[in-house]
């Protein structure tokens, strides 16, 4: 089969990753399964073969990847799929994994995308960050929050990313999309430009440098929406992430502007149900005067206790999610203890 059948057909079984690595057979990931689409293993040729038929699905330079030793890119295929794709080399050999992307929008309630999540949307300035592991849907409710303003207000929305996953049609709002490096140098440098093209809201794809969050915070204080992502887990650690990231003399300025500009902090992960499916869970950190105090006096490890609490109905508590779920006998207790942030407290409430 071709490229294209080989793609059509991870599709068709509703996977969620396409893995070609050499010596192994082409494979898609399905909820948590290997599903193999070849049984014969692939060559470093074959291999490179595929991928350099991805790089001219993307109209991309192959030359970039044997330079650099790792590339991100993007592609469609009409009527399939969008490819979200990571090539690299391994062992002296070229391999690949690419994202499945749907051309639709997600619906935020198969997501399962709770409302007080979505309602962030509202938020006319200041920070909002979406966290969690790699593979957890942080693109996924980045996408469902931006097209929830998208169709509620008129305003403009810049979204840097790297690359572009989602397509967002013009609706009540305008929307300008720029892909890193095709259409911008580095993230930094985008963002540095979107503060002077009018935007309303900022969707930045992740924060991944001392440069690229200290001007996400300079957007965030001068009146701007911004969205971001980051590979943390839990509120706490996602404070304490983009403080660590500054030179220690800078960090208690940064706790004080991030103690003004923080909204949200979103933290999810994708837990294994009993059926074998996957489920999003999600923590929601409203930031309220006790909050911003924590951040400002560096008492961080506070907030756990805070959002887990229940006290304030606007936050969403990861452990409880999992308890509830649990109760509703979707996942396993196992389960709920893996990915719980305080184990044995929730032990103790199962």
Do not use: W
Request: with cysteine; hydrophobic share 40%; charged share 25%.
């Amino acid at each position: 089969m071709e490229l294209t059948e080989y793609l059509r057909k991870a599709v068709d079984l509703g996977g969620s990753d396409i893995f070609i690595i050499p010596g192994a057979g082409l494979s898609v990931k399905v909820n948590s399964t290997m599903q193999k689409l070849t049984e014969t293993r692939l060559s470093p040729k074959d291999t490179e073969e595929l991928v350099r038929a991805m790089y001219e699905l993307a109209h991309r330079d192959f030359d970039i990847l044997t330079a650099e030793g790792d590339d991100d890119f993007s592609f469609a295929i009409q009527e399939v799929s969008r490819f979200r794709c990571n090539a690299y080399k391994q062992r002296g050999t070229i391999a690949c994994i690419c994202r499945i992307v749907n051309f639709d929008l997600p619906d935020p309630e198969k997501m399962h995308i709770p409302q007080a999540v979505l309602a962030l949307s509202r938020l006319r300035s200041g920070m909002v960050l979406v966290t969690g592991p790699a593979g957890s849907g942080k693109s996924t409710t980045l996408a469902c929050v931006v097209d929830r303003i998208n169709q509620e207000r008129h305003a403009h929305i810049v979204t840097i990313e790297d690359p572009i996953e989602y397509l967002h049609q013009h609706k009540l709002s305008l929307v300008s999309q720029r892909e890193v490096p095709n259409d911008a140098a580095t993230f930094a440098r985008a963002l540095r430009a979107a503060l002077r093209q009018a935007p309303d809201v900022v969707m930045l794809g992740e924060m991944r440098d001392l440069d690229t969050i200290r001007t996400a915070i300079t957007a965030a204080e001068t009146g701007h929406l911004l969205l971001s992502s980051l590979h943390t887990i839990g509120a706490a650690k996602t404070v304490d992430r983009v403080i660590d990231t500054f030179p220690a003399e800078q960090q208690a300025q940064i706790r004080i502007q991030l103690s003004m500009v923080l909204k949200a902090v979103v933290s999810q992960h994708l837990v294994p149900t009993v059926d074998g499916a996957r489920i999003p869970v999600f923590e929601l950190m409203t930031v309220n005067p006790a909050i911003q105090n924590m951040i400002r006096d560096g008492r961080t490890h506070q907030i756990d206790n805070v959002i887990f609490g229940g006290s304030d109905k606007t936050m969403i508590s990861m452990d409880a999610e999992l308890m509830r779920l649990v109760r509703e006998k979707r996942i396993t207790r196992e389960t709920a203890l893996l990915y719980a942030a305080n184990p044995e407290v929730l032990a103790k409430r199962i």
